[in-house]
């Protein structure tokens, strides 16, 4: 019997891939550039595996609908899209990448920086309504500012790397340090509220769990000076929106730029439409989303820290290893559950 492989959230490009990654009568494959939830379960209920981006949430009851069902490939290194206590009861194995982002990410996240330190949103409207007051728009240098680092996988290392050879002081929190990038890199591991209270800019790149969701509240916003940007690329979750716009508001901190946000998928959503029919969550974010995109401090950008051909070339690689792995006995980049 072949085997099934339900796609979703894909683009023309992964569709091609995934096509000649996965030929021959061995496969059965249903590509959907949907997420899961936009997909009547009759059309893919046969799936032995199923692949998703952070767009799909497979939650127990999909879950529990799919009889076949061994394996989850996600196509990105979070997994909090995917109801693992579903998984561990149904004995579905999660797999993710863990690498792409360590480059297209860090950069990112640098240019976040700079464009935030240089007031480019300001700037930009100045020279969109025409009225330039230069004054208005001093911005400062990168070189001597300390960055803090929250969260020291890959992307945080990289990031250091970065910020380092532009001449930046860098402090960083991890439960988990990694003395020996510490020492090679040229950084220090500090409290989290040492960072909080001495970082020019603090950048988020820890995973979402318990733990860390909300870790950017009231109280560690009251922590940071008064001149501080933040900057996240992580998840959206890591951060409580309403407390970041009344922070924004009363200028304890001077800006955000935030790639992540929360119910970012209000970003691709007729605003009036959605207010009408959605719910009261669904109706709360959009408005703090419309508050955050009218203020001149604040960058945000729809979830696009990833996009680089290259790390889309290596999300569809090591997607179909993990599918081919897992298919052989092989099985690489699982989670444990």
Do not use: W
Request: hydrophobic residues 40%; contains cysteine; glycine residues 6%.
């Amino acid at each position: 019997m072949a085997t099934t492989i339900a796609f979703f959230d894909a683009t023309t490009s992964e569709k091609t891939s995934f096509e000649r990654y996965f030929t021959g009568p061995k496969y059965k494959l249903h590509i959907f550039d949907k997420t899961i939830a936009e997909v009547p379960l009759y059309e893919y209920k046969d799936a032995d595996v199923v692949s998703v981006f952070t767009a799909s949430n497979v939650d127990a009851p999909t879950i529990a609908s799919l009889p076949r069902l061994k394996f989850i490939a996600v196509r990105a290194t979070g997994t909090n899209n995917i109801d693992t206590k579903a998984c561990q009861k149904h004995q579905v194995a999660i797999s993710n990448v863990p690498a792409y982002g360590q480059t297209t990410v860090a950069e990112y996240t640098i240019l976040l920086a700079l464009m935030m330190a240089r007031k480019m949103p300001a700037v930009m409207g100045s020279v969109e309504s025409g009225q330039i007051d230069y004054r208005r728009l001093t911005g400062f240098t990168l070189q001597g500012k300390t960055l803090g680092i929250v969260g020291t996988g890959k992307i945080g290392m990289s990031v250091a790397s970065i910020a380092k050879a532009m001449g930046m002081h860098i402090v960083a929190y991890d439960p988990y340090p990694n003395e020996a990038m510490e020492d090679k890199i040229g950084f220090s591991y500090v409290s989290l509220v040492d960072l909080f209270k001495g970082a020019d800019i603090v950048t988020l790149h820890a995973p979402l769990m318990p733990a860390t969701k909300y870790i950017i509240n009231k109280k560690s916003l009251g922590l940071m000076k008064d001149s501080a940007i933040l900057i996240n690329t992580s998840r959206g979750e890591l951060v409580k929106t309403i407390d970041l716009i009344e922070a924004l508001k009363n200028k304890l901190i001077a800006g955000a730029a935030l790639d992540v946000i929360e119910g970012e998928r209000t970003l691709d959503v007729d605003t009036e439409t959605d207010l009408l029919l959605g719910d009261k969550k669904t109706s709360f974010e959009i408005a703090e989303l419309d508050v955050l995109t009218k203020m001149n401090n604040v960058i945000i950008s729809p979830h696009n820290a990833f996009n680089s051909h290259e790390a889309l070339h290596i999300i569809r690689k090591t997607t179909a290893q993990n599918i081919h792995g897992f298919l052989s006995g092989n099985s690489q980049n699982l989670i444990k559950l």
